[in-house]
């Protein structure tokens, strides 16, 4: 004799089913966390790689401000083997006080083992002693990635 008011059995079924529903539901939340996270890491080591990779100094500086515009320096740059694409050089110089500044921003790559001169011009220092020399990369949304290390050129 089968009873029709015996809903004990399918009530455990749609109890385990909703369980089984919400783990998975919880496994894709800590995973898309957990993601976002590793690829974040994963982007941080890249930059490290390449910028430990890069040799990029300045070999020259002259002050060639004429007489009636204003202050503007060449930078002659050396990229050695290693390393991929940059984005461009922030070329930063420094008075003999040390306690001035003027940021040049050099767009574009220098290829390895090329030379170039830059034309930096606009800098708000008329007796700069040094140059220090950041590479920066541009990640995929377009923000740059200044490297840590840096070299410095005194003249």
Not at 25 to 46: H, P, Y
Not at 73 to 100: E, H, M, P, W
Not at 125 to 143: R, W
Request: with cysteine.
């Amino acid at each position: 004799m089968i009873r029709k008011n015996n809903k004990h059995g399918l009530s455990e079924i749609v109890i385990s089913l909703i369980m089984i529903v919400l783990v998975l539901v919880a496994i894709s939340i800590v995973w898309f966390i957990v993601r976002g996270i590793l690829d974040k890491g994963a982007g941080q080591v890249n930059l490290g790689s390449d910028c430990f990779e890069l040799d990029l100094s300045a070999i020259k500086v002259v002050n060639n401000t004429p007489d009636t515009a204003p202050v503007q320096y060449n930078v002659t740059l050396s990229r050695g083997a290693g390393g991929g694409d940059i984005g461009g050089v922030k070329i930063i110089f420094t008075n003999d006080v040390g306690d001035t500044n003027s940021i040049y921003n050099a767009v574009g790559n220098i290829a390895p083992l090329e030379t170039k001169t830059v034309n930096a011009t606009g800098i708000t220092i008329t007796e700069a002693t040094q140059v220090e020399i950041v590479p920066y990369f541009v990640d995929a949304s377009g923000n740059e990635q200044l490297c840590s290390t840096s070299t410095i050129y005194e003249f």
